[in-house]
């Protein structure tokens, strides 16, 4: 590319559309780093959210000493919340008072809307048009347009005949609204409904509260600031605004660890009192490290607070309505509230259930539901927001060759790390889609992406260039790492606003990013470390084109390796054996158990050398069982019959077979070929007292993972070749299958991904002579013949160094004519599978392979018919 004709004066150099914490700030370092600046704002003052958000009883849900300004050292000489939750009088005074001390307010041009925005790419700069100027050039646009400041309108028919007041939550008067004495409904249950019925019900003189779907509350701990927390942040100020921002949610609160199951019943019960009691939204949705995975995890606690909403509502059947049910506690946006349901024991408070009773219209008089005539003086409609994307679509933005932002986001919203879109250059998003925006303490996110974007425009300048784009293979890669993260999570599960289910014909998608503020702000921070990674730049100096993705990793399978590598331990390898083989037994103890099987049972059996300890997984229905003998990985040094233990039962629990899990002989006590010569002695063992086992005979499949899939394989052609038994198939996962070979995944995977090249060489100097290594009972890829071995599922990971020796080998036996199913988990690591429970993304792989297994193990009736 040539470097273009750059616009010699644009009328500024960055717009910033927004005066909310997000413009605020950003005229703050824009205005540091030099740049002349233009800012509109349609409101007539700023403030943002709590300038236009009044309603009685709004206050902000996470701790006020949390939800502020980090860049300003001194704010404690000049400002003091009054609250641990500040109400939104005192934030709009105090986002004022940071506007007047750092002289923001004089940037601003109030009252005036931004409606049209397009890219001139002949001069690199964005036009902008509002409602008093046609045209105003700028280098850079800078969208502080806020997620939740576009109301979704009122789909409800009649709201113009109604003769009373109407209000709406995110519209509210600035003149005081007195309820006393009045007759008021209040539509919708959300936040704002929530935080504004206990508030009007203290007034009015009715109140009826018109419900659609039951929302989530926790009690807020309202008082004044807590002093420890005061102290904490007194004590070092900067580590605890790190802490923040390299938190889940924005709040320096550490990621829980402890799985639900992970502790007694008791212990839980007495957790959930805890964090109840604390009345704090982040810290309740760390109650435990899966509330928002598992879903029984968080069934349970969704229970826990049925049964708060049960015990504090009097009546039985308004409890019941106020339970919310169909979805998991979190996937909508949970609530803070000061009584709401006590509220509803106030003698003039009645709930409607609009699921069981819709309204049908608005009248001059009230409201007509499908059951009952209302008479109100006022409505109060607390509906909600079109939420992330709303204000960005309500402007006319047209990128390169005028394409409206509106046509390509028509299926849902597609960025770069929330921070950009592909074909609209030097055009930020402050907390757009695709960023952790609304799942965590915004301010903490705003000012993230404000220094990330004032900084990219300094870099910019610096290194000569004047307009910056993501690609768009990086703008995809972060679009399925983005859907990699909620699907790993329980938030897809209902229809919130969070995938636009609240707007009529709004595209369903995720829209912000789940997996924390800590993971995002260090891909952020990886972008720009590997120089602009997925940008294209260009300028008088040329043009840059950085192609590639961040983040590629399964997210859960990410957080495991960032997690292990935080812990900063010595490579396996350069342990002696012994200590090896105690630190993996103790690691993959560790791990979560795994699933409920019916029974655990332990024994020996003979192997070639001598008696073998197996552990056996039973199903709980009744038997006979089609039966899966299992061999571990550990590669052939470590691990035993016990380590793969949550993979057993998870296979278990899938396929309804027995799980044998078969220790062999190690190396480097016993070297090759004692462990497959333990492997066919076991499975024929198996095969023989299958009945004895509560097995059902001529129905067994051997499986293995990593140096247990090599076993897995040969035991399957030394069966072939040396009078059985007859095996129905083979699951090799991840399998060892030619220690001879370099391959591709040896070098591209080597290091970085939990297993290393480096140790799988460890391994197999202990394992296997080098004159033995292209031996097929070593090297099965090296059989001459692998026709009429039984029919394979071979599961191969993205990100494993042995990838491309299970890829070659499920091709060589499709190529041989065994019936093979290849399955490649994208995103995964050679142990990713394995970690039930933890590594939550390995699921569908691992219903996907115990899908193709079952088959392989059905009777053969159901095997012919599909
Ligand atoms: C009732 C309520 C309670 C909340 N509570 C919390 C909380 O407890 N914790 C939390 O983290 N977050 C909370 N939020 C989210 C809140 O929006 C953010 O915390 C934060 O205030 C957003 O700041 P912002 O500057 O990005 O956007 P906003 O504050 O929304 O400001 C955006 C501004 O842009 C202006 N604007 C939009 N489009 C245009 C245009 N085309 N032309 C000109 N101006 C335009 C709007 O008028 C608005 O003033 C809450 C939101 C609401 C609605």
């Known amino acids: 590319m040539t470097a273009k004709p750059s616009c010699a004066a644009p009328d500024t150099d960055a717009i910033v559309v927004g005066a ?92 005036t809307r931004v409606e049209r925005a397009w890219w001139d790419d002949d001069l690199s700069v964005w036009h902008v048009c509002t409602q008093h100027d046609p045209d105003i050039t700028a280098r850079f646009l800078v969208m502080a347009t806020g997620c939740l400041s576009m109301p979704k309108e009122i789909d409800i028919d009649g709201v113009d005949l109604f003769t009373g007041d109407v209000f709406l939550t995110s519209r509210w008067p600035h003149e005081p609204v007195d309820f006393t004495g009045k007759r008021v409904a209040v539509v919708g249950t959300g936040s704002s409904g929530v935080q504004s019925i206990p508030v009007i019900a203290r007034d009015a003189r009715q109140v009826v509260v018109f419900q659609r779907t039951p929302t989530f509350s926790i009690a807020a701990s309202i008082g004044p600031v807590p002093a420890d927390k005061l102290e904490k942040l007194s004590a070092d100020e900067a580590a605890y605004r790190l802490a923040a921002r390299t938190s889940q949610a924005g709040v320096p609160v550490e990621r829980s660890q402890t799985m639900t199951a992970g502790v007694s019943a008791v212990d839980r019960i007495k957790r959930y009192e805890e964090i109840w009691q604390k009345g704090e939204l982040i810290e309740t949705l760390n109650v435990f490290a899966d509330l928002m995975t598992n879903p029984d995890a968080n069934e349970q606690f969704a229970e826990f607070i049925r049964d708060k909403i ?206 924390g503020v800590d993971f995002y702000g260090a891909a952020c921070a990886e972008v720009v470390a590997r120089d602009y990674l997925g940008f294209i730049r260009s300028g008088p100096a040329g043009s840059r084109c950085n192609d590639g993705v961040v983040r590629r990793l399964q997210p859960d399978a990410q957080m495991v390796l960032d997690q292990m590598a935080a812990l900063n331990l010595p490579p396996l390898e350069s342990m002696s054996v012994a200590d090896a083989r105690a630190f993996y037994a103790f690691s993959r103890a560790a791990l ?95 095969a023989d007292n299958a009945a004895a086992l509560g097995g059902e005979p001529g129905r067994l499949v051997v499986c293995g993972w990593s140096s247990g899939a090599n ?54 100097d202990y394992y296997v002579d080098p004159a033995d290594r292209g031996d097929p009972r070593s090297s099965p890829l090296r059989a001459a013949d692998l026709s009429g071995l039984p029919p394979a599922v071979v599961v191969t990971c993205q990100f494993d160094p042995v990838r491309d020796e299970g890829d070659e080998y499920a091709a060589a036996l499709a190529a041989a004519g065994v019936p093979t199913r290849h399955i490649r988990a994208r995103g995964h690591t050679h142990d990713s599978l394995t970690m039930v429970d933890l590594v939550v993304s390995g699921a569908p792989v691992r219903a996907e392979t115990t899908d193709a297994l079952r088959r392989l193990i059905a009777p053969p009736a159901a095997a012919a018919t599909g």
């Open 20 to 111: 909310g914490f997000a413009g605020l700030y950003l005229i703050h370092r824009l205005k540091s780093a030099g740049l002349r600046i233009r800012v509109f704002e349609a409101a007539p003052d700023l403030g943002g959210t709590w300038y236009w958000n009044r309603y009685p009883g709004a206050r902000v849900d996470v701790p006020s000493l949390d939800y502020m300004f980090s860049f300003d050292p001194d704010w404690r000489g000049d400002w003091q919340w009054s609250e641990k939750y500040a109400t939104q009088p005192e934030i709009l005074r105090y986002l004022n008072h940071v506007a007047d001390k750092h002289d923001l307010r004089r940037h601003i041009t109030f009252d």
């Open 310 to 515: 049960r015990s504090t509502v009097d009546d039985p059947q308004t409890a019941a309505a106020l339970c919310p049910s169909g979805f998991p506690f979190g996937a909508k946006r949970p609530c803070l509230d000061s009584g709401y349901y006590a509220t509803y024991n106030l003698p003039h408070v009645s709930l409607v259930d609009l699921r069981a009773t819709p309204i049908r219209q608005v009248t001059a008089a009230g409201i007509d539901t499908t059951d009952e005539s209302f008479d109100f003086d006022a409505i109060v409609f607390a509906t909600g927001f079109d939420a992330l994307t709303g204000a960005l679509a309500a402007v006319d933005i047209r990128g390169r060759d005028s394409v409206a932002l509106k046509d390509k986001w028509a299926d849902g919203p597609s960025t770069y790390l929330g921070l950009m879109t592909s074909g609209f250059p030097n055009l930020f998003m402050i907390t757009g889609p695709g960023s952790p925006s609304v799942l965590s303490n915004m301010v903490v996110s705003i000012e993230q992406h404000v220094d990330w974007v004032v900084d990219c425009i300094n870099a910019l300048s610096r290194d000569g260039f004047e307009v910056i784009e993501p690609t768009a293979q990086a703008e995809a890669g972060w679009m399925t790492h983005l859907a990699d993260s909620a699907a790993v999570t329980l938030f897809p599960n209902a229809n919130s606003w969070y995938v636009g289910a609240n707007v009529p014909g709004k595209p369903q998608v995720f829209l912000p990013y789940p997996a």
């Open 711 to 764: 076993i897995a394989a040969v035991v399957c052609q030394l069966a072939r070749d040396t009078g059985g038994p007859d095996i129905a198939g083979q699951v090799l996962l991840t399998p060892a299958t030619d220690w001879g070979a370099t391959l591709p995944s040896h070098i591209e995977n080597a290091a970085g991904y939990g297993l290393t090249t480096a140790l799988v060489r460890w391994f197999c």
């Open 592 to 686: 979560p158990l795994g699933p409920e099987v019916g029974a655990v049972e332990d024994g020996v059996l003979p192997g070639a050398g001598g008696d073998l300890a197996y552990r056996l997984y039973r199903p709980a229905g009744p038997g006979p069982h089609p039966i899966v003998v299992h061999f571990h990985g550990g590669g052939f040094v470590i691990g035993d019959a016990t380590t793969d233990g949550s993979l057993c039962r998870d296979i278990c629990v899938r396929t309804d077979a027995i799980v044998i899990s078969v220790d062999y002989r190690h190396a480097p006590e016993h070297r090759f070929p004692a462990a497959v010569d333990d492997g066919l002695a076991a499975v024929r063992w198996i």
